[in-house]
């Protein structure tokens, strides 16, 4: 009873404001909305007993994707009515698109069977009496490391790919260089000049 | 509880490692001396390609998996390696003078290009949905960087950003199509979901269809050819030389595993799709490619073509299909690379052009490049004996022996409208009024239009091993 209740919180709330996202007008209540609707995401995984993808969910979209998103809106300059200005000329073909695409949601959803042999095909089965962080710890550098190091592979490639694509070295830019700043000398700096009084240099 | 794990085998994967581990250390070799070590770095890049084509020819032949299951060693992952480390290791030698331009030279070019290597081995090798998707990602990603690296150049950015956002497209769909057959199979493993994929169901098809759209992108088949003309032409030429040649094997090669080891039960039904994929692009490679007046735009719809042609060898089903994949495959990389070091080698002393009638009269400024580029266009049309022929005998048989008479009817009438536009070459370089001379072709350029000029001239004499291997290689997957 309770966890229903919950569910039906969550998942309402979540829909709603996963609606006002792209309904509001102000891009910063966007925003919001997104992190709204992320919580409630996360309250849903915890329903589930996924304790750490909800944790996961908040910590990385909530914390750090949507105040990126944040900062983005905020700074850029764009003006949002203007983008969506002329959007509602399209509005026939995406009412078009979305039916076609309800239709085959319903087409796939309501015909859905679940295999006979699925039971039976589950890679990993779900673990009892440890948490979900441990049950991944207990996978992922064993039955996984494969995918682990691959996934590593595609984040050096494109951490190289950013800076290949986007660091400029400019001329003239002073860098500080602690070596020449250490092997100053005194000397060859600092005048020292005897200042009479009352004439000044 | 007791998770004592034992170590994965490694030694299956033993190529990837000295790929991946070689890239990290040039990585570092080039961030501590800059850009005036990209040569030393793109020739340490041919050598570890090198290294790991012989380690794989030297691999034992017969199957093997690691990871549990994720990674699977076979002739055909073998066979289909070596092909991608040959494209790529001359790919890599092409560039040399691209590499040597200084405003030009950057190290991470090679680099990226042993990374995106990795990415398709691992492709190539993928047991299931998710090294399927890491490979495919690993090597995507590099190729979209690549093509964007002549940064200050408007085209060149312009065919980084549109392969990109495509790119992201079809990965999508590819994940979209995943995650509904791991609905319908419960397991993302090729043989567990051969199993599941027995019982049928609409979101297996729904599943299957999106898997196979997103495979249909990275070998640019139509309809999802739409980025190949731009990005080619955009980005810059070595580099479209690279594009032409290893990710459309590797991507080809995931597509025959995927169809033939995890679909098997539901053949129909990817059957009718690679049909449709395999006409459409045979016929628009054909019909658009005849209006093109730049060459690499000329060679992304003779690709697109060819992947048509290769896809009526999956289209049957059968093992001597995917046998005349392979070899078609083989054939269609020497051809690619061959008349890309042509058109690398198309530069006059103010600069580099790429245009067909820039061409004309090459037969009198340089009979032998003349001679060979010829060679290769009729081979590129499949005029026997010249090997191109072989690569469309062996599909063509293959889908008359499995009854598919209207595909290799429309693949055999496609290929002689496309031997127009390749003929059409061989006239402008013959026949009409010279041009101004190209500057000297440079050493490498030369080796390789020769060698590949010669296996497409002399393949007929001794056809026996490319055939063999091939045959060997598509039974381990059956």
């Given at each position: 009873m309770i966890p229903a209740l919950f569910f039906y919180l969550f998942a309402g709330v979540c829909v709603a404001s996963a609606l006002m996202v792209v309904a509001s007008r102000n891009p910063v209540h966007s925003v919001l909305f997104l992190i709204l609707a992320f919580v409630n995401a996360a309250g849903l995984f915890i329903l589930m007993g996924a304790e750490f993808l909800a944790m996961i969910l908040v910590v990385v979209?909530?914390?750090a994707v949507a105040v990126l998103f944040l900062f983005v809106v905020m700074m850029l300059d764009v003006d949002f009515v203007q983008l969506r200005h002329g959007a509602m000329q399209y509005l026939p073909v995406g009412t078009l698109i979305g039916l076609v695409l309800l239709v085959e949601l319903l087409l796939v959803t309501g015909a859905w069977v679940i295999g006979p042999g699925v039971q039976k095909t589950v890679a990993l089965p779900i673990p009892t009496g440890v948490s979900n962080a441990q049950a991944l710890g207990l996978v992922?550098?064993?039955?996984?490391v494969y995918f682990f190091q691959a996934a590593g592979l595609v984040l050096l490639v494109s951490m190289i790919g950013a800076i290949v694509l986007t660091l400029r070295h400019k001329p003239g830019v002073r860098r500080q260089v602690i070596s020449d700043q250490l092997a100053r000398r005194k000397e060859a700096i600092i005048e020292l000049r005897n200042v009479r009084p009352g004439q000044g240099l | 509880m007791n998770h004592a794990a034992e170590l994965p085998a490694l030694f299956p994967a033993m190529p990837e490692i000295i790929l991946a581990v070689g890239a990290m250390v040039l990585i570092l070799m080039g961030a501590f001396r800059g850009n005036q070590s990209t040569g030393a770095v793109a020739g340490f890049a041919v050598m570890l390609l090198i290294a790991a084509g012989v380690v794989v020819a030297v691999m034992p032949s017969e199957t093997s998996t690691t990871f549990g299951g994720s990674f699977v060693l076979d002739p055909f992952a073998r066979f289909f390696k070596l092909l991608v480390l040959v494209g790529s290791a001359v790919a890599v030698v092409m560039s040399s003078e691209f590499l040597s331009t200084p405003d030009r030279a950057r190290f991470e070019y090679p680099v990226l290009i042993v990374l995106s290597t990795t990415g398709m081995l691992m492709l190539i090798s993928a047991g299931d949905l998710i090294a399927l998707y890491l490979g495919l990602e690993l090597m995507s990603l590099s190729l979209y960087v690549v093509a964007a690296i002549d940064r200050d150049r408007l085209k060149s950015t312009e065919a980084g950003l549109k392969y990109f956002v495509l790119g992201a497209l079809s990965s999508g769909m590819l994940l979209y199509g995943a995650s509904l057959v791991y609905g319908s199979t419960g397991t993302v493993t090729f043989a567990g979901i051969a199993q599941g994929a027995a019982a049928g169901g609409i979101g297996l098809t729904f599943g299957l269809v999106f898997l196979l759209a997103g495979l249909c992108f990275k070998i640019s088949a139509?309809?999802?050819?739409?980025?190949t003309p731009d990005v080619y032409e955009g980005a810059p030429t070595p580099i479209t030389a690279f594009f032409a040649a290893a990710p459309k094997v590797a991507a080809m090669a995931v597509f025959v595993r995927v169809a033939t080891t995890a679909f098997p039960t539901v053949g129909v039904q990817w059957q009718q799709i690679v049909v449709f994929v395999s006409i459409a692009s045979m016929t628009l490679g054909s019909f658009a490619?005849?209006?093109?007046?730049n060459i690499k735009r000329l060679m992304a719809y003779s690709s697109i073509g060819h992947m048509g042609f290769a896809l009526i060898g999956l289209a049957s089903g059968t093992v001597e299909g995917v046998q005349g994949v392979m070899i078609y495959m083989t054939i269609y990389v020497a051809m690619t690379l061959g008349t890309f070091a042509c058109i690398i080698a198309m530069k006059r002393e103010e600069g580099p052009v790429e245009n067909i009638?820039?061409?004309?009269g090459l037969a009198r400024t340089k009979p032998g490049v003349a001679f060979l580029l010829a060679m290769l266009m009729f081979s590129l049309a499949g005029i026997?004996?010249?090997?191109g022929f072989f690569a469309k005998f062996y599909v063509f048989l293959a889908a008359v022996n499995a009854g598919l008479y209207a595909l290799a009817v429309i693949g055999v009438v496609t290929s002689v409208v496309g031997a127009y536009y390749y003929l059409a070459i061989v006239k402008v370089m013959y026949f009409d009024e010279p041009a101004p001379a190209f500057v000297p072709m440079r050493g490498e350029l030369g080796v390789v239009l020769a060698v590949t000029g010669l296996f497409v001239l002399l393949f007929f004499v001794w056809p026996a091993p490319l055939v063999d291997a091939a045959s060997t290689a598509a039974k381990s997957l059956f």
């Amino acid at each position: 009873m309770i966890p229903a209740l919950f569910f039906y919180l969550f998942a309402g709330v979540c829909v709603a404001s996963a609606l006002m996202v792209v309904a509001s007008r102000n891009p910063v209540h966007s925003v919001l909305f997104l992190i709204l609707a992320f919580v409630n995401a996360a309250g849903l995984f915890i329903l589930m007993g996924a304790e750490f993808l909800a944790m996961i969910l908040v910590v990385v979209y909530v914390g750090a994707v949507a105040v990126l998103f944040l900062f983005v809106v905020m700074m850029l300059d764009v003006d949002f009515v203007q983008l969506r200005h002329g959007a509602m000329q399209y509005l026939p073909v995406g009412t078009l698109i979305g039916l076609v695409l309800l239709v085959e949601l319903l087409l796939v959803t309501g015909a859905w069977v679940i295999g006979p042999g699925v039971q039976k095909t589950v890679a990993l089965p779900i673990p009892t009496g440890v948490s979900n962080a441990q049950a991944l710890g207990l996978v992922l550098y064993t039955r996984y490391v494969y995918f682990f190091q691959a996934a590593g592979l595609v984040l050096l490639v494109s951490m190289i790919g950013a800076i290949v694509l986007t660091l400029r070295h400019k001329p003239g830019v002073r860098r500080q260089v602690i070596s020449d700043q250490l092997a100053r000398r005194k000397e060859a700096i600092i005048e020292l000049r005897n200042v009479r009084p009352g004439q000044g240099l | 509880m007791n998770h004592a794990a034992e170590l994965p085998a490694l030694f299956p994967a033993m190529p990837e490692i000295i790929l991946a581990v070689g890239a990290m250390v040039l990585i570092l070799m080039g961030a501590f001396r800059g850009n005036q070590s990209t040569g030393a770095v793109a020739g340490f890049a041919v050598m570890l390609l090198i290294a790991a084509g012989v380690v794989v020819a030297v691999m034992p032949s017969e199957t093997s998996t690691t990871f549990g299951g994720s990674f699977v060693l076979d002739p055909f992952a073998r066979f289909f390696k070596l092909l991608v480390l040959v494209g790529s290791a001359v790919a890599v030698v092409m560039s040399s003078e691209f590499l040597s331009t200084p405003d030009r030279a950057r190290f991470e070019y090679p680099v990226l290009i042993v990374l995106s290597t990795t990415g398709m081995l691992m492709l190539i090798s993928a047991g299931d949905l998710i090294a399927l998707y890491l490979g495919l990602e690993l090597m995507s990603l590099s190729l979209y960087v690549v093509a964007a690296i002549d940064r200050d150049r408007l085209k060149s950015t312009e065919a980084g950003l549109k392969y990109f956002v495509l790119g992201a497209l079809s990965s999508g769909m590819l994940l979209y199509g995943a995650s509904l057959v791991y609905g319908s199979t419960g397991t993302v493993t090729f043989a567990g979901i051969a199993q599941g994929a027995a019982a049928g169901g609409i979101g297996l098809t729904f599943g299957l269809v999106f898997l196979l759209a997103g495979l249909c992108f990275k070998i640019s088949a139509v309809p999802f050819h739409m980025w190949t003309p731009d990005v080619y032409e955009g980005a810059p030429t070595p580099i479209t030389a690279f594009f032409a040649a290893a990710p459309k094997v590797a991507a080809m090669a995931v597509f025959v595993r995927v169809a033939t080891t995890a679909f098997p039960t539901v053949g129909v039904q990817w059957q009718q799709i690679v049909v449709f994929v395999s006409i459409a692009s045979m016929t628009l490679g054909s019909f658009a490619a005849i209006g093109q007046t730049n060459i690499k735009r000329l060679m992304a719809y003779s690709s697109i073509g060819h992947m048509g042609f290769a896809l009526i060898g999956l289209a049957s089903g059968t093992v001597e299909g995917v046998q005349g994949v392979m070899i078609y495959m083989t054939i269609y990389v020497a051809m690619t690379l061959g008349t890309f070091a042509c058109i690398i080698a198309m530069k006059r002393e103010e600069g580099p052009v790429e245009n067909i009638a820039d061409l004309a009269g090459l037969a009198r400024t340089k009979p032998g490049v003349a001679f060979l580029l010829a060679m290769l266009m009729f081979s590129l049309a499949g005029i026997p004996p010249l090997a191109g022929f072989f690569a469309k005998f062996y599909v063509f048989l293959a889908a008359v022996n499995a009854g598919l008479y209207a595909l290799a009817v429309i693949g055999v009438v496609t290929s002689v409208v496309g031997a127009y536009y390749y003929l059409a070459i061989v006239k402008v370089m013959y026949f009409d009024e010279p041009a101004p001379a190209f500057v000297p072709m440079r050493g490498e350029l030369g080796v390789v239009l020769a060698v590949t000029g010669l296996f497409v001239l002399l393949f007929f004499v001794w056809p026996a091993p490319l055939v063999d291997a091939a045959s060997t290689a598509a039974k381990s997957l059956f």
